[in-house]
């Protein structure tokens, strides 16, 4: 057993480690740590409603677990842990803006529609994330990729704090997508409806 932990502790420090060095090479360290939701969309529909937010998988293969980057390895963006925690914690903070009851791994609500997101390819110019929904018990029946791309910036205006706050506004935007995307809300609502029928409310 010591043996076991003692080479778990090798191998997170050894992919500790490379996520540094990997940084280290970008020009700016770019802090993820004041996401605030801004949406240019009416989502008052939302507001009420009950969603259980599951943990997120990072399976993007352009970014360490710390960090993603710029295309040009230029910029490095970090939150104030794991990349996937930096996406929950903001979609978290996205949902609850919106008036919407959210529960969580560690006491989930069984007759909310259970969302979960596996990043794909997270750079500052693209964000590609594959939506899963599912019903409590009742396994998954929702799965959809949504990719979002960053909006052109001069270069004499790529300074570390102009890439932060675009980062926020693809946050937002990538959220804003999936939130009102037709497919998203069909499944989603009829999801709702009918586990609160379950519940018999």
């Known amino acids: 057993?010591?043996?076991?932990?003692?080479?778990?502790?090798?191998?997170?420090?050894?992919?500790?480690?490379?996520?540094?060095c990997t940084a280290v090479q970008a020009r700016d360290i770019v802090p993820l740590r004041n996401y605030y939701?801004?949406?240019?969309?009416?989502?008052?529909?939302?507001?009420?409603?009950?969603?259980?937010?599951?943990?997120?998988?990072?399976?993007?293969?352009?970014?360490?677990?710390?960090?993603?980057f710029s295309p040009d390895k230029q910029y490095a963006y970090s939150g104030n842990s794991l990349i996937h925690n930096y996406f929950w914690y903001s979609f978290e903070k996205a949902l609850i803006s919106l008036g919407m009851w959210v529960s969580n791994m560690d006491k989930?609500?069984?007759?909310?529609?259970?969302?979960?997101?596996?990043?794909?390819?997270?750079?500052?110019?693209?964000?590609?994330?594959?939506?899963?929904m599912q019903k409590f018990v009742y396994g998954m029946f929702f799965t959809k990729v949504y990719a979002i791309t960053g909006e052109d910036i001069k270069q004499e205006e790529r300074t570390a704090a102009n890439m932060e706050k675009r980062a926020y506004r693809m946050?937002?935007?990538?959220?804003?997508t999936i939130l009102?995307?037709?497919?998203?809300?069909?499944?989603?609502?009829?999801?709702?409806?009918?586990m609160l029928k379950s519940q018999g409310q």
């Open 1 to 20: 057993m010591l043996h076991k932990t003692r080479f778990v502790f090798i191998i997170c420090t050894f992919l500790y480690i490379l996520a540094v």
């Open 37 to 68: 939701p801004a949406f240019t969309t009416d989502l008052d529909e939302y507001k009420g409603k009950r969603v259980y937010l599951m943990n997120f998988d990072n399976q993007a293969r352009d970014t360490t677990v710390w960090y993603y």
């Open 108 to 132: 989930p609500d069984p007759y909310a529609p259970a969302l979960w997101l596996t990043l794909k390819s997270v750079t500052d110019a693209r964000f590609e994330v594959e939506v899963k």
């Open 171 to 176: 946050t937002n935007r990538l959220f804003e």
């Open 180 to 194: 009102t995307d037709p497919q998203f809300k069909k499944a989603y609502f009829k999801a709702s409806a009918e």
